[in-house]
C-alpha cells in the first residue's frame, strides 16, 4: 500500500492529529464536510479554565498544517475495505486508498427543542450555550435583551437524560455553564445569574476554583434541581419552576434570559460510513473503541484510530492528546507494514 | 314410541345428577355471595331491575345473543364465533328440546331431569319425532364446533391468533370432558337406536357430564354461568366499587380466559409482559393471588384495549383501578385545602384548563389560544401560570380520596369562575372532567370537538398544507371518551390524512401513559417504538395526536414529524 492517510474532521482533533503526521514526516490527507476547518471550538469565544481565545487556537492550528491536503466542504460518500487497506471515494469525485484512516469525527450538539418544557423555540428569551457563544463573538442575536436582569443556565439538557434518550454526561457543560455565567456577569454586572444544576462535575485542572471563583467573586447562585417547564409571563419574560432539592422547596424564577446546556451527542451524520468501515458503535452511541482504559484511540478495524469525541465528549485538552497519541499510532502502524 | 324400563332408572344417571347438584350448588353459593358483596344501593337497584319489564327484556335478548350466540365474537372472529355459537347455542337447544320433549310424551318423567340426557336408553323408537330429528341437528352442529375447538387447541393460528393462554390443569380436564360429551352421547344414542343397550357408552357419557359439572366452577367455563349474573349486573347500572368483591368477583369470574386480550395488549410488545394482560388477571384474582394481582394492576399502562376487544366486557382498567385502591400507604397527602390560586374571572367566557402535562409541551397551549384568538372566542387561561392538577393520576394510581380532593377544589374554582364552557386540551384531564367532576350548567368540552363546531361555524378558515398526518388516537380521547371523528375531520381540513393499520378502538398505546405504576423507562420503549411501527405503516409522513403524553413519548424515538393536533390547525388557519 501507498502509505496514505486520511483524516475525517477537520476539528481540533484531526488539526492536531495532522499537524503531528506532519512532523513525523508524513503528508495526511483532511477531509472536512464543512468550509471552513475548526469544527465546535472554532464556534465558540473562550476556552476555560484560562479563559483564552478559541479562535486563536483554531488559527494557530489551521496555519501549522498547511503541508497537508486539506479538502473541506467535502464528505466522504463511500468506503471500501481493501486486503491492505480502503479505498475512499469523497463526494468531490476524488478517489483515494489510504492505508490508514483516523475517525475525527466529533460529536453533535443535543437539538434543545426536543426538550419542549425548556421551551427553545417557542419562547423568544431562551437560547443555547452555542447561540451564546455566537453572541459573545458578536453575532447579532435579538433574543439576548439589551440590559437583563435576570439571567438562568440550565445544565443537562439532552445529557443524563434518558427521556432524551441520552444517559451519557456530557462532561464539559459544567465548567462551560460557569465560564458562561461568569463571562454574562461580567458583561452585566447588576444581573442575577443562577444555575440550575443535578450535580457538578468540576474533575479537571482548575475547575474547581473556576467554581469557587463564580460564587465567591461574582455571586452566582447554584441551584441544586433539575428545572421542571418553563412558560412566559404576559410581558414577554420568563417563568421558571424548579425544585430547590437542598432546601426540599419547590420554586418560581421571572428570567430574561434563559441559556439551555445543550449536551453532546454520537454524530448521526458518520454512521453510513462507520458502517461501511465495519466499526461498532458502543450502548452509548458514539464509536466502540478497542477498549475503554487502555486503547481509546483504537478500534476494532486494523489501520483505523480514533481522536476526539467520536467515541465519547472529551474537553478539549483531552482530545488534543488523544489526537498526537494517535498520530503516533498511525506511525508506529505504518513503520509495520 | 314407549318406554323400554318401567323403572326409567339405571345407575349411571348418579354421576350426571350429582355433578348437577353440586355445580348448581355451588353457582348458587357463588352468586349469592356476589350480590351480598355489592353496595346497599347496587344490591337495591339490581333487585329492582329483575322486576323491571324492560330490562328483562333487556336481559333476556343480551343473555341470548351474548352467551349464546357470541355475536360479539362473530363480529371480531367469525371462525370462533361460529365455533363457540355452536357448541354453546347448540348444546342450549340440545337441552331445551330435550325437556320438551320429555314434556310432550312423558311428563309424568320430567321430574328426573335426566330423561332428556339419556332419552334414547330410556325410550323406545324415540328417534322417529321431529323434535328428535331437529337435536340430532343441533348435535351434528355441537360437533363440528367441538372438532374446530380440537385443531384450534393444536393450531390457533388458523383461527387468526397469535397469542393464547396456557391452560391450567382444571381448564384441561375441563376441556377434554367437554369434547368428550358430544362424541359420546352421539355414539350411545346411535348404539341404542340400532337395539344395543349396553351401558357403558352411557356410562362414559355421564361420567363425562359428571366431570365437566364438578370442574365448571373452578376453572374457565365459570365464564358460563357468571356472564349470565354479569348481564343482569350490568343492565342494572351495577358498578366496580370494591377491590376483588361484588361486581370485581362476577367480572373476573365472566373471563372465558378466551386470550383475545393477549394480542391486543400493547404490554406485549415486550414478551417479558406477557403474564400481565387481563386474563391473567382475572385468573389470578380467582385463585385469590394477591401478590400476582397487584403486580399485574401495577404494571398495567391502563390504555383501555384490552376491554374493547374483551367478548364478555371485563373492565381490566378498573378492576386493576380497585385492587391498587386495596394498597395502604403510610403517608397520605391531604389536598383538601390546597390550591390557594385565586380563582379566575370568566363570566360566561370559555374557561381554558391546559393541564400539567400541556406545561411541558408549550407549544399546544399556545396553539390553542392562538386559534381561540383567531376565531374570537372570548376565553380566560384558568392554569396559565400553574393550577392544581386535574386528579386523574392520583385516580389511576388508585388513591381515589386524595383524587377526589383534587377534584373538589377545582369544582369550586371551576364554578366560582362563573364560566359557561370548560375547554380541555389534554385527554387524560377530560377524561376526569367527564368522569368525576360535577360541574353543573358548564359544559366540558375537548378542544378537537370545540374546534370543529368552530371549523362548522366557519370561524376558522382553514388553507389545505401538502403534508399528510396519520392521527394517533389518544388512549383517554379514543377509547376513554369516544372521540374519534372529529380530530378526524379537522386534520382533513388542514393536511392530508392517512390511516394506520391500527387505530381508532383497537390504537395501540404510546408507552408513555400515566396509568403504570412500576413500567421502567427503559420497557416503555419497546412498547412505543411497536407503537410507532403501527404508525409507520400508514403512508404518512408525519404524525398527528391529540394528547400531551402521546406527543412527549412519541417525538423522543420517532423518525418523523410529531405534532399536536392544536399546532396543525393553527398553522394552517388563518385569522378571518
Redesign the interface.
Known sequence: MNGNIVIIGGGIAGMEAAKALLALGHTPILVEASRTLGGHVASWHKLFPDMSSAKNLTARLQSEISGANIFTDTRVISLNRLVDGYSLKLSNGIVINASALLFATGFNLFDAA?K??Y?YG??DRVITNSDLEAWFSGKEDRRVPKVPESIGFVHCVGSRD????NGQCSKVCCATAIKQAIEMKERFPYAKVYCFYMDLRLFGKKYEDFYVNAQRDYGIQFIRGRV??????FDGRL?L?AEDTLSGKPLKVCLDLLVLMSGIVRNRSIEELSDMAGLETDSDGFLRSADNEYAVIESNRPGIYYAGACTGPKTVPETVAEARSAALAIHSYLESL | MTERFTTGFHPFVIPFLAGMVFVLGVCLIKAVIAVRELDGTDRKKWFLSLLHPNLIVKNTIDIILDCLIHVRLWKRNRLLGFMHSSIAFGWFMIILLGHLQVLMFFPERLGTFYYPIFFDYFIEGGQHTWISRIMDGFLILVLAGISLAIIKRFWSRIFGMRRTTRPTLYNLIGLYSLWAIFPLRFLAEQCARAGDLSVSLWWAYSIALCIFMVVLPFGRYLHIPAEMLLITFRNAGVGITRPHKGMARVQADSCPNCGVCIDACPMNADPANLKDSTVYLTRQFRRGNRERVREISDKCLLCGKCTSVCQVGVDGPRLRILARAARKYNIAPDFSDAGTATVVRAENKVLYFSGCMTALTPKTGRSVESILKKAGIDYEWMDRDGGLCCGRPLHTAGRLKEASQLVRRNEELIIGSGAAVLLVSCPICYREFKENYRLPGIRVVHYADYFCELMDKGLLCFEKSDACYVFHDPCELGRGCGIYETPRKLISKAAGIAEAPKNREESICCGGSLGSLSLDFSRREKITRASLENLYGSKADAIATACPLCLATFSRYSDRPVKDLAQIIDEQTEKI
Open positions: 426536543k419542549e418544557e421551551g417557542v419562547y434518558l427521556k432524551a434518550c421542571s417547564e418553563v412558560g412566559e409571563t417563568q419552576k
